[in-house]
């Protein structure tokens, strides 16, 4: 862990050789981050965990401004870009020229209809955008701990707050969002 966060801060000031050793000591890690967003979603079928940390890799990159302090902030990023990689690969499939979201079912198999998982992921998408609004900072601790796989000390660590202030700010976030889901 302290070599990846040395690694992080020689990269933060410019120093490309590091970003070269990097990647090595936390490829399996965001590898293991990618197939966690992938298992259970069957819209993404198509994207590979390798896939999605090559793109976020790439939009990581861009990230020209980051001041890198430690390990978990650079996971927490890279959560946060494959959440949003995949919520753009959504919007994609239900783009107008695409079909716009249309459902093609035969009426025999309209009493099996469910919601779809385009829909899931977009709603989840907009909720965290409404909480982000109004709390910022649980939205972003949603985003640490559910899509990033941080623990609490790590999600602490990263926003640079207490454990009992991410514990309680955690458990709003949660039950904030299971409300706002099932409306």
Do not use: N
Request: proline share 2%; glycine share 6%; aromatic share 8%.
């Amino acid at each position: 862990m302290a070599e990846v966060t040395q690694l992080l801060l020689r990269w933060s000031e410019g120093d490309q050789v590091a970003l070269e050793h990097l990647m090595p000591l936390v490829y399996d890690e965001l590898r293991r981050l990618a197939g966690g967003f992938l298992r259970h979603d069957l819209l993404h079928q198509t994207l590979q965990p390798t896939v999605l940390v090559h793109e976020a890799y790439l939009r990581m990159l861009g990230q020209a401004e980051v001041a890198w302090q430690s390990r978990a902030q650079f996971f927490g990023l890279a959560a946060t870009l494959m959440r949003r990689i995949l919520v753009d690969h959504t919007r994609e499939r239900c783009a107008e020229k695409r079909g716009g979201g249309q459902f093609h079912l035969s009426l025999s198999h309209a009493d099996l209809f469910a919601r779809s998982p385009e829909i899931g992921l977009l709603t989840l998408d907009e909720a965290l955008q409404t909480l982000a609004a109004i709390k910022p900072q649980h939205c972003r601790i949603i985003e640490l701990r559910y899509f990033g796989g941080l623990t609490i000390a790590e999600t602490a660590e990263v926003l640079g707050v207490s454990h009992a202030t991410v514990e309680r700010d955690w458990q709003f976030a949660r039950a904030w969002l299971r409300r706002e889901l099932s409306q």
